[in-house]
């Protein structure tokens, strides 16, 4: 299967780039298959390795193991080590970053007000919708009709929401503090 390998790399590189899978006769094009058979052979392997499916309308489609990526060992950020391959672990950024997909909100960052928090312009927040969070969480919360991201606080007052910049000031609501959610993760793509 070392080759199947090679193809199910294909075959995610294409489902990248066009979010569905190609039909057999681009799948032989795509992969060098010669006959229909051989590519019905591979499908059929993908198929018993868990990494496709036939959708109800006899579609292939990619399952969630078809996302999966190698998980390396790890990478020190001090002090280099010997490098290694890793183990044959993989996850998936799914199964990793979302807990309840139900109640799980992607949310793009605009601003720097948590720059400290290691959060920056241009971030995405994975929030779980929830209508409270502890004092210390980082919020979306809806503070006088208006959203913003920042860290839940209390004090004799009672609640604020505090930036992770010191360019900025707490925010005390005028009227109403409703917690839209609580952010459980952050993806960050370096171009």
């Given at each position: 299967m070392a080759d199947d390998a090679d193809y199910l790399a294909k075959l995610q590189d294409f489902y990248a780039r066009h979010r569905v899978l190609p039909a057999y006769s681009t799948m032989g094009e795509l992969l060098g298959l010669r006959s229909k058979s051989s590519v019905a052979a591979l499908v059929g392997r993908l198929k018993l390795a868990g990494y496709l499916e036939t959708a109800p309308d006899r579609r292939l489609k990619p399952t969630a193991r078809?996302?999966?990526?190698?998980?390396?060992?790890?990478?020190?950020?001090?002090?280099?080590?010997?490098?290694?391959?890793?183990?044959?672990e993989a996850l998936t950024l799914d199964e990793y970053l979302i807990?309840?997909?139900?109640?799980?909100?992607?949310?793009?960052v605009k601003g720097d007000s948590m720059i400290d928090a290691g959060i920056r312009d241009g971030d995405i927040v994975v929030v779980e919708r929830k209508p409270t969070a502890e004092v210390g969480d980082i919020v979306v919360a809806v503070v006088d009709n208006e959203f913003t991201?920042?860290?839940?606080?209390?004090?004799?007052?009672?609640?604020?929401?505090?930036?992770?910049?010191?360019?900025?000031?707490p925010i005390r609501p005028a009227g109403s503090l409703?917690?839209?959610?609580?952010?459980?993760?952050l993806v960050r793509k370096y171009r």
């Open positions: 078809f996302f999966e990526r190698p998980r390396v060992d790890g990478v020190r950020a001090g002090r280099p080590h010997p490098a290694g391959e890793g183990g044959s807990e309840r997909p139900s109640r799980t909100v992607l949310i793009p991201l920042k860290y839940l606080d209390k004090d004799r007052q009672g609640f604020l929401l505090r930036a992770a910049n010191p360019a900025y000031a409703e917690i839209y959610g609580v952010v459980v993760g």
